[in-house]
């Protein structure tokens, strides 16, 4: 089983929907939360990150972690074709360095 | 600043032949991340640096793959001999300490075909 569970996709939505991508995990110990986008071809870059559990907003985004369920999620709201790409969700645990550990990525597509 | 930067972008091989990739981190970050990502194992991590010191090579698949951090902007990461399952993007990410281990700012990759 492996650590990050998350759905490939694809995933294909109309303008203006509201998006919902999530992540399982199993390790216990991970307590930072991230999300990163990649477009085709690039590398991926941060879009939200969160410690512990809760909600965190930031414009169209939010990341909910629940923490006694191990699933995080991030939702999208008004959805625009520019959110095309691919969503990884990733996580770590604490004390010192401890390296992220990715999601496979979901891929998305939002149509005009 | 311009971002961290690999090259070659495209990198079209034979079997058996060496592979060399390079990056060049933001300036001023401590941390160095080599990765590999394919369809059917998504995002690896291969190797970091701190201060120019591995710290954890567990992620590199055998002995065929080297990586070195010879100063503080540079690092290579090497193939030899180089096997058509090694054909993927390998991405390279560095973060700064101060800006918290999380913030990881990837290159644009380099995508690493062996035939």
């Known amino acids: 089983q492996k650590e990050v569970e998350q759905d490939p996709g694809p995933l294909s939505v109309p303008e203006g929907a509201i998006v919902s991508l999530n992540c399982t995990y199993s390790?216990?110990?991970?307590?930072?939360f991230m999300w990163y986008r990649q477009y085709s071809r690039k590398g991926p870059e941060l879009l939200m990150y969160?410690?512990?559990?809760g909600n965190k907003e930031d414009g169209r985004f939010t990341a909910q972690v629940d923490k006694s369920s191990k699933y995080i999620s991030l939702f999208i709201r008004d959805s625009q074709p520019s959110d095309s790409a691919t969503y990884l969700c990733?996580?770590?645990?604490?004390?010192?360095?401890?390296?992220?550990?990715f999601g496979a990525g979901t891929r998305l597509a939002v149509h005009p | 600043d311009a971002g961290v930067i690999q090259s070659p972008r495209h990198e079209v091989t034979e079997m058996g032949q060496e592979v060399t990739l390079r990056c060049k981190p933001i300036s001023g970050h401590d941390y160095l991340f080599w990765y590999r990502q394919t369809m059917m194992r998504g995002l690896e991590l291969l190797i970091y640096f701190n201060n120019n010191v591995p710290i954890d090579d567990s992620g590199m698949p055998e002995d065929r793959f080297s990586a070195k951090m010879p100063n503080a902007s540079f690092s290579t990461l090497k193939i030899q001999p180089s096997e058509p399952r090694d054909s993927a993007v390998y991405f390279c990410a560095s973060s700064s300490l101060a800006g918290g281990q999380e913030t990881q700012y990837f290159g644009p990759g380099t995508r690493l075909l062996v035939l």
């Open positions: 969160t410690y512990s559990s």
């Open positions: 390790n216990s110990a991970f307590q930072y």
């Open positions: 990733a996580m770590r645990g604490t004390g010192g360095y401890n390296k992220l550990i």
